[in-house]
């Protein structure tokens, strides 16, 4: 019989698996829910629950979190029918792990301490390769005794976990993460476009650049997608440009200048307005390719 709390978990996808699994084989009894109800049989394969609403998951975990994809999805999620607020109680804990509007987050907030429960927002950055791993990032907004409560959970899923403040603030961080993601992409793209085109090895770039100044994650984990042109979804394009949308609404809010979040914002729709929502993010580089007349 385990003494770690019961843990729900709603929203299965890309991230939201690999991190339940991640709990589930730490000891964790966990209750799950997808809204696609067939993405939870790897979870029941390794001894978890399933219930059939995310009220159900609330009804009956101490400890709740969500990885869904935006803001409606929390919202319907937390507050719509059969949704988590329902089934809320006083004393549980409750985590949104997904990237969304910090004002969404402090709604929610706000209705979960109506039923007595403690929230945080915890967006992560890390993606696919982070999740699986063990390895993510997190940033939490919310109260510093929910936060001591959740690290035990936090440091199974991530290596860099960092309390930022009250609710909201985790969203702030990732909004600020993305956009710094979304321009290395975009930069690493340029510089591989212009290398190969004047006759000089992408892989061979990437080698020597790493070792620099220049070196950074995105062209440590996203190295291979670069070259081989393989954006098959650790992080899906129009989620990344749903985040810059955050990002840039929140610039606006606070009257702060961002003009090359806004450019590459604008590659990321185009992208997405040819079809290409759907691949990883690292597909920012046949934008450069496209505009440039030249495949690596």
Do not use: W
């Not at 219930?51 to 999620?77: C, F, G, K, N, Y």
């Not at 990237?99 to 967006?123: F, K, Q, R, W, Y």
């Amino acid at each position: 019989m385990s003494n770690k709390p019961v843990v729900g978990f709603v929203g299965l996808g890309i991230m939201g698996r690999p991190m339940a699994l991640n709990l589930r084989r730490a000891g964790y009894p966990l209750i799950v829910h997808n809204r696609t109800r067939a993405k939870e049989k790897d979870l029941l394969e390794e001894g978890a629950d399933a219930a059939a609403t995310p009220q159900e998951v609330a009804e009956r975990a101490e400890i709740l979190i969500t990885m869904l994809p935006d803001s409606p999805d929390v919202e319907q999620v937390y507050l719509g029918a059969d949704g988590v607020i329902a089934g809320a109680h006083d004393g549980q804990l409750l985590i949104d792990m997904s990237s969304i509007a910090p004002a969404t987050a402090i709604a929610v907030a706000e209705a979960a301490a109506g039923e007595g429960a403690d929230m945080l927002d915890a967006p992560v950055s890390g993606g696919d390769v982070g999740a699986r791993d063990g390895t993510l990032s997190i940033m939490v907004g919310g109260s510093e005794a929910a936060f001591e409560r959740a690290q035990p959970l936090f440091d199974v899923l991530g290596k860099t976990v960092v309390h930022l403040g009250e609710a909201g603030a985790g969203q702030t961080a990732k909004a600020c993460n993305q956009m710094l993601v979304a321009i290395t992409i975009e930069a690493v793209s340029e510089a591989l476009v212009l290398a190969s085109k004047a006759g000089v090895d992408p892989e061979r770039l990437i080698e020597v650049l790493s070792g620099g100044l220049a070196g950074n994650r995105v062209m440590e984990v996203r190295r291979r997608n670069f070259l081989e042109h393989d954006f098959t979804p650790g992080f899906r394009l129009e989620l990344h440009h749903k985040d810059l949308g955050i990002a840039l609404r929140t610039a606006r809010e606070l009257g702060v200048y961002a003009p090359t979040t806004a450019i590459v914002d604008q590659m990321l729709a185009a992208l997405k307005a040819e079809g290409d929502g759907g691949l990883d993010h690292s597909a920012l580089l046949k934008f450069i390719e496209q505009a440039s007349a030249h495949e690596i």
